[in-house]
């Protein structure tokens, strides 16, 4: 990338704003969000802009697949001058790809019922931004979608998925690892990193999160970590066993205070896999200073002249 990565920050995060104006201030529910998520929605909107052309050549149909596609807008509640602000959350990001990186099809599914309303209203409203197709949300679990997934594997078929859960218990590994078992699949999956390690210790022998860890690990290794690098290596061992390429961008909440990571898996690691180590090194400097300073300018809260003072 030859721009600036807080220019090229700016630019994007810009013109998302600006396509979702019409439903900014439609007092429908927001799904939880802060300045550090607009990272993880960035690498996804470049991914799907990068491979597009890719998966079209190569196979008939393209699968965009979103398991906790939530009520498609963002906010930022615990920031005082960007209380008001919206941002399109994956199903959006996705779906304002549709006019010239479209999808075949795509699975929008999450638990909550009123969280799939809402979407389906806001993908509506959209329609001159998002195209005049349906989307059809739906209320499914994780594990009802995954099997619909893979229920349709077949020859000429891909999917992109991206897993972003609300919490580290939501994704059993008996689920994640059928998911994965897709030959043609590429995942993404945010995992928990704080979270994870903050309750390793409560996963005492006999307890209730020690049978939770082990249904999230899928594996007993996790029971000889004790910090967030160690179990995150864990996970990613057991994705590597059905995975040949995986790569990992940390998203951390300010400097060097880690959050959670946002890991890719595929099995063509010289096809998807060379577009994601292009993208991590690009995600790598945008940082979560930087996303606020971009958001800020982009949403006319400062000035570029403000950055520098």
């Known amino acids: 990338m030859q721009k600036d990565p ?9 013109y ?3 396509k979702i104006d019409l439903i900014k201030n439609d007092s429908q ?10 990272k993880k929605l960035l690498a996804l909107d470049y991914y799907i802009a990068s491979t597009h052309a890719i998966f079209k050549k190569n196979f008939d149909d393209w699968y965009y697949v979103d398991t906790h596609c939530g009520s498609g807008v963002i906010g930022f509640e615990d920031n005082k001058l960007l209380k008001m602000e919206r941002f399109p959350g994956s199903p ?5 790809r549709n006019t010239r990186n479209p999808f075949s099809d795509y699975f929008l599914s999450d638990i909550s019922a009123e969280s799939i309303s809402v979407l389906n209203e806001r993908l509506r409203r959209l329609k001159i931004h998002v ?9 499914r679990s994780f594990s009802d979608t995954v099997q619909e997934i ?10 992109l998925a991206f897993i972003d859960p609300m919490g580290y218990t939501e994704l059993q590994w008996k689920d994640v690892s059928k998911l994965l078992s897709i030959k043609k699949a590429d995942v993404f999956i945010t995992f928990m990193s704080y979270g994870v390690a903050l309750n390793r210790p409560h996963a005492l022998p006999g307890t209730k999160d020690e049978k939770t860890f082990d249904n999230v690990f899928g594996t007993s290794e996790w029971r000889k970590c004790s910090n967030q690098t160690e179990l995150l290596d864990v996970y990613l061992k057991q994705i590597k066993t059905l995975k040949e390429f995986v790569e990992v961008i940390p998203i951390f909440r300010t400097g060097e205070n880690k959050l959670y990571d946002l890991i890719f898996a595929s099995s063509n690691p010289s096809g998807a ?7 991590k090194g690009i995600m790598d400097n945008v940082t979560t200073e930087l996303i606020e ?13 403000d950055k520098w003072m």
């Open 92 to 96: 959006l990001i996705a779906a304002l």
């Open 293 to 305: 300073d971009a958001l800020k300018v982009s949403t006319k809260k400062t000035t570029d002249l």
């Open 29 to 38: 529910i927001v799904s939880p969000g802060r300045i550090w998520s607009i």
């Open 273 to 279: 896999g060379s577009v994601m180590t292009y993208i």
């Open 150 to 159: 893979k229920n349709r594997e077949s020859r000429g078929k891909i999917f």
């Open 6 to 14: 807080y220019d090229w920050a700016k630019e994007r995060i810009g």
């Open 16 to 18: 998302l704003i600006e």
């Open 131 to 139: 195209g005049n197709r349906k989307y059809n949300p739906v209320v």
